[in-house]
């Protein structure tokens, strides 16, 4: 009798890991609010128990869609969405289980990605670095957009690619706009008023982070000039576990000196977002399902100290990204780092030589925007706009729109002074006071000297007293710059130099 019953409560426990395991599971991305990609083919996925079936019904059109599970019990279909509207839609997912996904928009939908500027929120947090952007109060109020949904995703680092992130997706209000990514949220708004059409955005960052922490291991270890970065990560860890080996070590001398009790040694802390790929892995990998228009970007601050190194390793990054997601040249719009004390010209160098080794990309100039002491300046509206304007311009193809500030070209040295042309220029140059600052000449020997820059149509000339027979000029050459030359449509022109061998 009583192994009967052992083998009826066998059965049952059996019965009930087989109903927990059938049960279809949907990554947190494919939810209640979400965004789908208007006009696209758009990825749903999840998990079931292998080959099992499932069905799923589309608000939007009559025919279900049934799909296998693989013998892993991962299942993945690509479903046609129609133009964005206010509309919204339900989902629904039959299977061992039924799961109901409501109040669907479809839209445009954008990732959002990149290290603190990126992170920084619309709302102030007492005591923190979050202190809220110009005129948060206002901004926060009038941030009553149902149309505009959010997904911020918690920040994680993992040593393998993941398949899922912990987050949410939230109607944009005065309530949850307070800890959303402001960049975003500004870019996005622009775009929501300009195309009239539902946008979701999907915020990817953290503080303090380098491009190498986005970027596949793979890829780091297949380019030689990337091996440095690994093998200094691998000496950080090394003494990381120096550290933790002398810290167990005088714990365990301690506590027997002690007879136990409770001692004052602090552990060493490891910072988990600072490794390469650690980022990749846990807040972008599992994100590549899902279909979207294209990325906004916001990082540099914390790879200014190789900036060189960044100059191949951002454009592959962004590869990466591509190759991963595709979905082809993706959009890809980012921003220049905003002057800081902590800084160097040569981060800003590198992100604007970027727009000739990234195809379908964009830059949004901030040298107007920073802080000399703040590393995360306040004005955020006016990044997000500059961002929305590139992608307005080349991805939503909105005619006659400039969307950046004058781009450095090429020269011409006229005897004693040297021409420059520009690109995004032919509304001719403005100036916010009588003189045109930060330019400076050089000659054979490469020593700089204040330069006197004149407006001449649509070229700068440039030249000084000091320097009888030029030969480079550069602009805006410094941590901190304070240039006051914008196009006609009061966008900044970029820091640049002619000469880049120095």
């Given at each position: 009798?009583?192994?009967?019953?052992?083998?009826?409560?066998?059965?049952?426990?059996?019965?009930?890991?087989?109903?927990?395991?059938?049960?279809?599971?949907?990554?947190?991305?494919?939810?209640?609010?979400?965004?789908?990609?208007?006009?696209?083919?758009?990825?749903?996925?999840?998990?079931?128990?292998?080959?099992?079936?499932?069905n799923i019904e589309l608000g939007w059109q009559n025919n279900s869609i049934e799909i296998i599970a693989?013998?892993?019990?991962?299942?993945?279909?690509?479903?046609?969405?129609?133009?964005?509207?206010?509309?919204?839609?339900?989902?629904?997912?039959?299977?061992?289980?039924?799961?109901?996904?409501?109040?669907?928009?479809?839209?445009?939908?954008?990732?959002?990605?990149?290290?603190?500027?990126?992170?920084?929120?619309?709302?102030?947090?007492?005591?923190?670095?979050?202190?809220?952007?110009k005129n948060y109060e206002e901004e926060i109020v009038k941030a009553n957009f149902p149309n505009i949904?959010?997904?911020?995703?918690?920040?994680?680092?993992?040593?393998?690619?993941?398949?899922?992130?912990?987050?949410?997706?939230?109607?944009?209000?005065?309530?949850?706009?307070?800890?959303?990514?402001?960049?975003?949220?500004?870019?996005?708004?622009?775009?929501?008023?300009?195309?009239?059409?539902?946008?979701?955005?999907?915020?990817?960052?953290?503080?303090?982070?380098?491009?190498?922490?986005?970027?596949?291991?793979?890829?780091?270890?297949?380019?030689?000039?990337?091996?440095?970065?690994?093998?200094?990560?691998?000496?950080?860890?090394?003494?990381?576990?120096?550290?933790?080996?002398?810290?167990?070590?005088?714990?365990?001398?301690?506590?027997?000196?002690?007879?136990?009790?409770?001692?004052?040694?602090?552990?060493?802390?490891?910072?988990?977002?600072?490794?390469?790929?650690?980022?990749?892995?846990?807040?972008?990998?599992?994100?590549?399902?899902?279909?979207?228009?294209?990325?906004?970007?916001?990082?540099?601050?914390?790879?200014?100290?190789?900036?060189?190194?960044?100059?191949?390793?951002?454009?592959?990054?962004?590869?990466?990204?591509?190759?991963?997601?595709?979905?082809?040249?993706?959009?890809?719009?980012?921003?220049?780092?905003?002057?800081?004390?902590?800084?160097?010209?040569?981060?800003?160098?590198?992100?604007?030589?970027?727009?000739?080794?990234?195809?379908?990309?964009?830059?949004?100039?901030?040298?107007?925007?920073?802080?000399?002491?703040?590393?995360?300046?306040?004005?955020?509206?006016?990044?997000?706009?500059?961002?929305?304007?590139?992608?307005?311009?080349?991805?939503?193809?909105?005619?006659?729109?400039?969307?950046?500030?004058?781009?450095?070209?090429?020269?011409?040295?006229?005897?004693?002074?040297?021409?420059?042309?520009?690109?995004?220029?032919?509304?001719?140059?403005?100036?916010?006071?009588?003189?045109?600052?930060?330019?400076?000449?050089?000659?054979?020997?490469?020593?700089?000297?204040?330069?006197?820059?004149?407006?001449?149509?649509?070229?700068?000339?440039?030249?000084?007293?000091?320097?009888?027979?030029?030969?480079?000029?550069?602009?805006?050459?410094?941590?901190?710059?304070?240039?006051?030359?914008?196009?006609?449509?009061?966008?900044?022109?970029?820091?640049?130099?002619?000469?880049?061998?120095?």
């Open positions: 009798m009583i192994y009967i019953k052992k083998q009826f409560l066998f059965l049952i426990i059996l019965m009930l890991q087989f109903s927990i395991k059938a049960q279809v599971k949907l990554p947190a991305l494919v939810s209640d609010n979400m965004v789908l990609q208007q006009n696209a083919k758009v990825n749903l996925w999840g998990w079931a128990s292998p080959n099992e079936k499932i693989d013998l892993a019990g991962n299942w993945k279909v690509g479903v046609d969405t129609p133009q964005g509207s206010e509309k919204a839609y339900s989902i629904t997912i039959n299977a061992s289980n039924k799961i109901v996904l409501n109040n669907i928009l479809i839209g445009e939908v954008w990732i959002c990605s990149g290290q603190s500027n990126m992170y920084f929120p619309v709302g102030k947090e007492e005591g923190t670095w979050k202190t809220g952007v949904r959010l997904f911020t995703v918690l920040t994680n680092a993992s040593p393998k690619p993941l398949d899922d992130v912990t987050g949410r997706w939230a109607l944009c209000s005065p309530e949850s706009i307070k800890t959303f990514s402001a960049v975003a949220y500004f870019y996005g708004r622009d775009l929501h008023q300009k195309l009239n059409v539902p946008i979701g955005l999907i915020s990817t960052s953290w503080g303090g982070t380098k491009a190498e922490a986005w970027t596949s291991q793979n890829v780091l270890e297949g380019n030689p000039d990337f091996l440095t970065i690994l093998e200094e990560d691998a000496k950080n860890e090394k003494v990381y576990q120096e550290k933790l080996e002398a810290y167990y070590l005088n714990l365990k001398n301690e506590q027997l000196a002690n007879n136990g009790l409770k001692t004052e040694l602090k552990k060493p802390k490891k910072e988990a977002n600072k490794t390469s790929y650690v980022l990749y892995n846990a807040m972008l990998h599992p994100l590549i399902n899902y279909t979207m228009k294209g990325v906004i970007w916001y990082q540099g601050e914390s790879n200014s100290g190789k900036a060189q190194l960044y100059q191949t390793l951002f454009p592959a990054m962004v590869k990466n990204w591509r190759e991963d997601w595709k979905q082809g040249d993706f959009p890809f719009y980012y921003v220049q780092i905003t002057p800081h004390k902590g800084q160097t010209p040569e981060i800003r160098e590198a992100q604007l030589l970027s727009l000739k080794l990234i195809s379908n990309s964009g830059m949004a100039v901030t040298t107007d925007v920073g802080d000399i002491n703040n590393i995360h300046p306040i004005d955020k509206q006016t990044v997000g706009h500059r961002l929305a304007l590139i992608a307005l311009a080349k991805t939503y193809n909105e005619d006659k729109l400039v969307y950046s500030g004058p781009i450095y070209d090429h020269m011409k040295i006229k005897k004693n002074k040297i021409q420059l042309f520009f690109n995004y220029a032919e509304s001719g140059f403005k100036k916010t006071n009588e003189n045109l600052k930060e330019f400076e000449i050089a000659g054979d020997d490469k020593t700089y000297y204040p330069a006197v820059a004149k407006i001449d149509g649509k070229t700068i000339v440039v030249s000084s007293d000091k320097v009888k027979n030029p030969k480079s000029v550069r602009f805006a050459w410094k941590a901190v710059p304070e240039p006051n030359l914008f196009n006609g449509e009061n966008l900044p022109a970029s820091p640049f130099r002619t000469d880049l061998s120095n």
